[in-house]
């Protein structure tokens, strides 16, 4: 059974860092690019960044290129997204996603002073 759980969400004042995590489970994590999509209410889940199986990154250069930083551990089965300089338009719920097929069930982040 394929699990993905996210951790580490929370409220951080404007400026601040946080790192969320995902748990993967029940396939070849080693195998699959894994992604961090966030979601507004009302708003289409919006792609964050991705990490391919041998390491290459994709960011949303948009918004998030330079303060967010997306990392694996395949030892650990484990997916990470260090953000910094956080901004209120951050706030969203989190989701990890495997190889745009398996899915999270979301953490949330809010950005407030």
């Known amino acids: 059974q394929v699990q993905l759980v996210e951790s580490g969400g929370g409220l951080v004042q404007p400026g601040g860092s946080l790192r969320l995590s995902c748990a993967a489970s029940?396939?070849?994590?080693?195998?699959?690019?894994m992604n961090w999509y966030r979601q507004t209410p009302g708003k289409d889940r919006g792609f964050v960044a991705g990490?391919?199986?041998?390491?290459?990154?994709?960011y949303d250069g948009n918004s998030v290129q330079g303060r967010f930083t997306i990392s694996r551990d395949n030892t650990k089965n484990t997916v990470y997204l260090q953000m910094n300089s956080l901004k209120p338009e951050d706030t969203a719920t989190y989701y990890c996603?495997?190889?745009?097929?398996?899915w999270g069930q979301g953490t949330q982040v809010t950005v407030s002073s």
């Open positions: 996603n495997a190889n745009a097929v398996y």
């Open positions: 029940g396939f070849t994590f080693s195998r699959y690019t």
């Open positions: 990490i391919s199986p041998s390491g290459s990154t994709a």
